[in-house]
């Protein structure tokens, strides 16, 4: 079966390996398998040649790839095909994966039947039986040209593309399938302990207890037989998220069970609790995922882990950029900062209270003595003002959705703007409050504020466009600066329990009107948050596919508005979401 001895053959670009005694000495399904040495040299020294590799067997995935990973060779291989499932097709979606044409590729199998069929289903396709393989590797790689596997890496980043084109157009339920997240639990130590007093600090919307314990409380439940904890890591093919989670179980109730809403929409609460066989739950406040709790069937649990370690990623790019906003861009800053240079001005939690930075009143603000002053009795307000004006950046990314949802109160003495929950409730007026509000803020705290300061109601339209200007003007020439829009849907239910799509519509037409002036560039929230299925517990909160989408956006944003054109041209579009591994392809296309 030496067909290429004709040389009248086309050329080989490509050869799509079978594994169990083709590529490897013995079944894999059966017993242990040995890759013998000439085989990985005979698949770098193709790639070197600029001739591709991929793999299409009947075997179980994960098992296959464990051992080729074992022994250095997986990254050699793209659009690998392997499940039990017939041969032919899968190498025709290969081909039509790669923009190839099946006189252009090698199929080597040690079946004729498999070999036969791979023919059937792909007309003009060169096979070769492993027997016959050694005689057509002379004429195969005198063909190619060496490339040192240039061309291997353009393939790495298209096949990236397909998966990520693939993920794009999936529902919320498969996008988190594919996402590969892995939940990880050990026990609650002393090494890991600052890391956990920090979480429960700092977490409110998927803080389920509110109980904040102090360090000493934490160091109580170490010693504690009767105290059940875990602590939680999230990984996904995205990257890791670290630390992220802790519950405490005892006597068949939770005392903590809190996570980070970097992990927001990925289920991992809803695994925990199934985890812990569901022990009794007393939800204290609100929160952005209440029981009962979704079965999830796409996590998987993972190995222990060290909480010290961290992994590095390098970014493809030095476009340095300043994310402010909430929760919506925490989530994106996930998918955006292994190929920028990501800063944060994040909302967070302190003392019980959710302190805000991300209002463009807030943005604005010039807190001198006096202001500073009345900001110890605001514990709400963050204190620290942007960095946003001082720091240079080459893009700033805002999320108004505050401007769009809070009121404003003004200091009677001072004139200085706080802004503060729902823009049509009023703080002032204390016996319109609910029972909750008062206990939040206690009678004294309410007595204060309703005397010295005036409720202003939300934001108008055209102050909103007034201080986007003002933040546009105080930025350096060549920064660009960037704004989410909010959703437009027509929601029902307790998802649109505050009625606010009159004004987010008026809110968003300022930032269109802002985007056609050239003031600012928008991410358009609203051609991707299309249905309710994409919204989770409100307007403001999205399922994970949509946080992913939303950062593919601001990603070909800046790609178009910087002029890296050459990945247009090359139809080499780096992706956000390449694991460790394949980045490395990618970094020498920015450098």
């Not at 807190?367 to 514990?379: D, R, S, T, V």
Request: hydrophobic letters at 35%; proline letters at 3%; one cysteine or more.
């Amino acid at each position: 079966m030496g067909l290429l001895k004709d040389s009248g053959k086309p050329k080989i670009k490509l050869v799509i390996w079978d594994l169990d005694e083709t590529f490897w000495f013995g079944t894999l399904s059966e017993g242990s398998i040995e890759i013998p040495l000439d085989k990985i040299k005979l698949i770098k020294t193709l790639s070197d040649h600029g001739i591709v590799n991929s793999i299409c067997s009947k075997n179980n995935f994960d098992d296959a790839k464990a051992q080729l990973e074992k022994n250095n060779v997986w990254d050699f291989f793209v659009f690998p095909q392997i499940s039990w499932e017939p041969k032919g097709e899968r190498i025709a979606h290969i081909i039509e994966r790669m923009s190839l044409r099946s006189e252009n590729v090698l199929f080597v199998d040690d079946n004729n039947g498999n070999l036969e069929e791979a023919k059937f289903y792909n007309a003009g396709l060169q096979v070769v039986h492993p027997d016959h393989l050694s005689e057509l590797m002379t004429e195969v790689l005198l063909n190619g040209t060496i490339d040192h596997g240039s061309r291997l890496q353009q393939y790495k980043i298209l096949e990236e593309k397909n998966r990520v084109k693939t993920l794009s157009g999936a529902s919320n339920e498969e996008f988190l399938n594919a996402s590969d997240i892995r939940v990880t639990v050990v026990e609650l130590t002393k090494k890991n302990l600052p890391r956990v007093h920090e979480l429960l600090q700092r977490t409110n919307q998927l803080n389920y207890t509110k109980k904040r314990s102090s360090v000493d409380e934490l160091a109580g439940l170490i010693e504690d037989g009767s105290a059940k904890t875990g602590v939680v890591k999230v990984t996904d093919r995205f990257g890791d998220y670290g630390l992220c989670g802790f519950y405490c179980v005892k006597q068949g109730s939770l005392e903590h069970f809190s996570f980070s809403c970097r992990i927001l929409g990925m289920g991992v609460e809803n695994w925990c609790y199934q985890y812990l066989n569901k022990p009794l739950l007393q939800v204290v406040g609100d929160v952005a995922n209440p029981p009962p709790f979704a079965q999830v069937n796409w996590i998987n649990k993972g190995s222990n882990f060290n909480v010290g370690n961290t992994t590095t990623i390098s970014r493809s790019t030095s476009l340095k950029v300043l994310l402010l906003g909430g929760c919506d861009l925490g989530q994106i800053s996930d998918f955006v900062r292994p190929y920028f240079d990501v800063r944060e001005e994040f909302n967070f939690i302190a003392n019980g209270y959710n302190v805000r930075c991300d209002h463009t009143s807030l943005i604005l603000a010039n807190y001198g003595p006096a202001e500073k002053e009345l900001l110890k009795h605001l514990p709400f307000i963050n204190p620290d003002q942007t960095n946003m004006f001082s720091e240079r950046y080459d893009v700033v990314v805002i999320s108004p959705l505050m401007d769009f949802h809070q009121a404003q109160y003004r200091h009677k003495a001072t004139g200085m703007i706080v802004p503060k929950d729902h823009w049509n409730s009023n703080l002032t007026k204390t016996d319109s409050l609910s029972e909750k509000e008062k206990d939040l803020y206690g009678e004294k705290f309410l007595r204060w504020f309703s005397k010295d300061f005036e409720y202003l109601g939300g934001i108008s339209a055209l102050e909103f466009e007034k201080n986007v200007k003002q933040i546009r003007s105080q930025l350096p020439e060549g920064c660009l600066l960037v704004f989410l829009t909010g959703t437009e849907l027509d929601l029902s239910g307790p998802k649109d329990s505050d009625k606010d799509l009159p004004r987010y519509k008026e809110m968003n037409n300022a930032l269109k009107k802002l985007k056609d002036l050239g003031v600012i560039q928008l991410v358009d929230v609203r051609e991707i948050v299309k249905s309710e299925d994409d919204i989770t517990d409100n307007r403001r909160h999205y399922a994970r596919s949509c946080y992913f989408r939303i950062a593919n956006s601001l990603k070909e944003l800046l790609i178009e508005q910087f002029g890296i054109k050459e990945l247009k041209e090359n139809k080499s579009y780096i992706n956000l979401f390449f694991s460790t591994v394949k980045r490395k392809f990618v970094n020498a296309l920015f450098t």
